[in-house]
């Protein structure tokens, strides 16, 4: 079993910056791919960005590309979402999320950490 934790959320003005961490801890040399969802109220849980655990490949949505940065740090079991030129849009709960294949879906959630992004 994999555990994540996320942290980092907060209030920001638009055109600001925030930094989310996802801590994980359990079984984590299991974990191949982890990502970020977030969910806006009353809409669905919708994808940002996911990377692949041991190249470090990377894949972002449209909405958030040239402005977020996903990283990994294998070392310490941590992935992070560098969110700069945020915008009242990206005002959601984020989650960090975690799988063991490329055929799957994302099994392993977060509790998730709110983000609001004043206008």
């Known amino acids: 079993q994999v555990q994540l934790v996320e942290s980092g959320g907060g209030l920001v003005q638009a055109g600001g910056s925030l930094r989310l961490s996802c801590a994980a801890s359990?079984?984590?040399?299991?974990?191949?791919?982890m990502a970020w969802f977030r969910q806006a109220p009353g809409k669905a849980r919708l994808f940002v960005a996911a990377?692949?655990?041991?190249?470090?490949?990377?894949a972002y949505d449209d909405s958030v590309k040239g402005r977020f940065t996903i990283a990994r740090d294998n070392a310490r079991n941590s992935l992070t979402l560098q969110m700069n030129s945020l915008k009242p849009e990206d005002t959601a709960v984020y989650y960090c999320?975690?799988?063991?294949?490329?055929?799957?879906?994302?099994?392993?959630w977060g509790p998730g950490t709110q983000v609001t992004v004043s206008s």
């Open positions: 990377v692949t655990w041991s190249e470090g490949d990377t």
């Open positions: 999320a975690a799988k063991n294949g490329p055929g799957t879906g994302y099994d392993v």
């Open positions: 359990g079984r984590t040399d299991s974990i191949r791919y």
